[in-house]
């Protein structure tokens, strides 16, 4: 079994080559993405749900487990264990008979707990959480041995049972490896492997009053699965050695650990602590909110599938942290849509023209295409009239120097339609704000051209009043004003937020058609971007859309002036 040529440079695939070609694992490949159901997924997973799925689809017989790693009852509910499988199956990946979550091993894990009880591996500490903190020491400063550390192996399981069987508050006694106080790596300095902690768990009730430590139960829920390939971020590098002499300690089997580099993005939040304070907070209208980082959030801003796949593609697989610029996902959303999503045309901030030589009761109707990248996608008709809006910025009464759009005297194409010249500009005289404009048209340049061929530097996009629809057209910034998030628990995270990250425009005039339009469709407003149809917000004739992104690529920029190229 070979993995593709594409993955040949990745570290983590190479790795598992040499172990098929050495028969390590006798021919297999476990891996699993081991989600904490305590908050939704963010494009930090999705990395990893890409690597984990994406390795073991790529050998016969790979098989990637998904298992909720549940073993904090207070900070877990049923509610993102639902959102992390919905995320992972609109992501594309399926694991099939595979979903296991750490409280089916309960038992096990305790009962393995007692094992290293018996085996002097393990002892029950009454020290204080303040006390254990000191006595761990620090990076300079040697760790000290727990009075508690010497108990005997029967007093220690008589504790421990005791802690199992409620006798104790919680925070009064712990369960920890005994392993090396002077360890320079603080995750082997005696790390706690069990604590109390009366909660009702969502699975397994208010069977456990004891839980076992992430750490602990990660290493062997791997062992118990047979996992041969654990991959991990590089948070959990230092955390390796506890993971082997755990199950080294206990003679099971043993999966390999491997870590890579986490995903950060320029402008966004990716801390699952301060992606929850946004929620709690009320900053964000949910963990969905089309702003946040979420899985759930892209999808409903209108991000693809396809796109977050290729964005993790094109990060790859590293063992250095970088920080990627969140151009690059734009741009491939960009991509996916531009080549999928059809073109409609909308007015966002519209002003009013009257085209005075047109009939007032005449309709035409025009072809547009619907996207020129796929002609299979066909043309649409689009109704125009006497009145008709354009974009407000489209107009200029005094226009600077390479203005090519609408001003007065100033001939302009309508898109699809017919060339108008500015006549007259309608001011409120109370604030002497332009409310409406007086044009005429060319009959001779229906269709979009003219006879003699003359032809004009400006084309806009436009829609007929009569049959506008009316739409709110949510405009969205980056979260976080700084492009940088690496220093943000040095300082007041709130402060960082971008106060201009939404912008509701309430008054957007769009195509008739798209009254039709079902929550998630995805389209390009030409010459503004693209935009999905809101799913929480939407109604029948009343649609909400959220852009997705802008029609600007600074990702292509970014690239051609570190390959050379001009701006």
């Known amino acids: 079994m070979t993995s593709p040529e594409s993955n040949s440079t990745d570290f983590i695939r190479a790795i598992v080559q040499d172990d098929l070609e050495s028969n390590k694992y006798d021919g297999r490949v476990v ?33 990637c487990h998904l298992r909720f790693d549940d073993t904090n009852p207070l900070r877990e509910d049923v509610e993102y264990i639902n959102s992390i499988q919905e995320d992972v199956r609109w992501l594309g990946f399926d694991w099939g ?21 018996l085996d002097g591996r393990a002892y029950v500490d009454s020290l204080s959480a303040d006390e254990i903190r000191e006595y761990r020491g620090t990076l300079t400063v040697r760790g000290r041995e727990s009075p508690y550390r010497n108990r005997s192996a029967e007093e220690n399981l008589d504790l421990f ?36 902690r009366r909660a009702t768990h969502h699975r397994t009730g208010d069977k456990w009053c ?24 590089l948070e959990f590098e230092d955390h390796r050695p506890l993971y082997d002499w755990t199950l080294e300690a206990l003679d099971v089997y043993r999966s390999q650990q ?28 949910g963990w969905d909110d089309p702003r946040m980082p979420t899985i759930s959030g892209l999808r409903r801003r209108g991000y ?4 977050i796949r290729t964005f993790c593609e094109h990060v790859g697989i590293s063992k250095r942290d970088t920080v990627v610029n969140m151009a690059l996902l734009e741009h491939c959303i960009r991509e996916d849509l531009n080549q999928h999503a059809p073109r409609v045309m909308a007015v966002l901030n519209p002003l009013k023209v009257v085209i005075d030589n047109f009939p007032e009761d005449e309709v035409l109707e025009f072809d547009a295409v619907n996207n020129p990248e796929d002609p299979s996608m066909g043309s649409r008709k689009v109704p125009f009239s006497r009145e008709v809006y354009i974009e407000r910025d489209d107009f200029r009464e005094e226009p600077p120097s390479r203005f090519f759009r609408l001003a007065p005297g100033r001939e302009v194409r309508l898109r699809y339609a017919c060339y108008i010249t500015c006549q007259d500009v309608v001011k409120d005289p109370a604030t002497g704000e332009i409310i409406e404009l007086h044009c005429t048209y060319d009959p001779e340049s229906v269709g979009g ?20 629809l009316q739409a709110e057209v949510r405009l969205y910034d980056y979260l976080l004003r700084d492009s940088d998030e690496e220093d943000e628990d040095s300082r007041d995270f709130i402060s960082l937020l971008n106060p201009d990250s939404l912008q509701a425009l309430t008054d957007c005039q769009v195509e008739p058609g798209l009254a039709n339009a ?30 997705t992104v802008s029609l600007r690529d600074s990702w292509a920029r970014i690239e051609q002036s570190q390959s050379g190229g001009g701006s």
Not at 32 to 45: A, D, W
Not at 210 to 233: F, K, V
Not at 304 to 307: G, I, N, S, Y
């Open 97 to 117: 008979s595979h979903l296991y979550y750490a409280s089916d091993y309960f038992d096990a894990l305790y009962n393995f707990a007692e094992q290293l009880i």
């Open 161 to 196: 049972r005791r802690m199992r069987d409620g006798e104790f508050e919680d925070g009064a006694h712990v369960l920890r490896a005994r392993i090396d106080m002077r360890s320079p790596n603080l995750n082997m300095r005696d790390p706690t492997i069990y604590r109390i």
């Open 31 to 63: 891996t699993r993405f081991p989600p904490e159901p305590n908050g939704y997924l963010h494009i930090g997973h999705a990395k990893s749900i890409c690597l984990n799925f994406g390795v073991a689809s790529e050998y016969d017989g790979g098989v």
């Open 304 to 307: 693809t599938p396809e796109a």
């Open 258 to 285: 491997i870590e890579f580099a986490r995903l950060n993005l320029t402008n966004t939040v990716m801390s699952k602590r301060r992606l929850l304070q946004l929620v709690e907070g009320g900053y964000v209208s």
């Open 210 to 233: 004891i839980y076992p430590m992430y750490d602990y139960a990660h290493a062997l829920s791997d062992s118990i699965e047979n996992i041969t390939h654990s991959l991990c971020t």
């Open 518 to 547: 079902e929550p998630g469709n995805r389209y390009q407003f030409e010459r503004q971007g693209y935009f999905c149809v809101d799913t929480r917000d939407s109604r029948p004739g009343a649609p909400v859309f959220n852009r």
């Open 449 to 468: 051209s003219t006879p003699d061929g003359r032809r004009v530097r400006g084309t806009l996009h436009w829609v007929s009043a009569r049959h506008a």
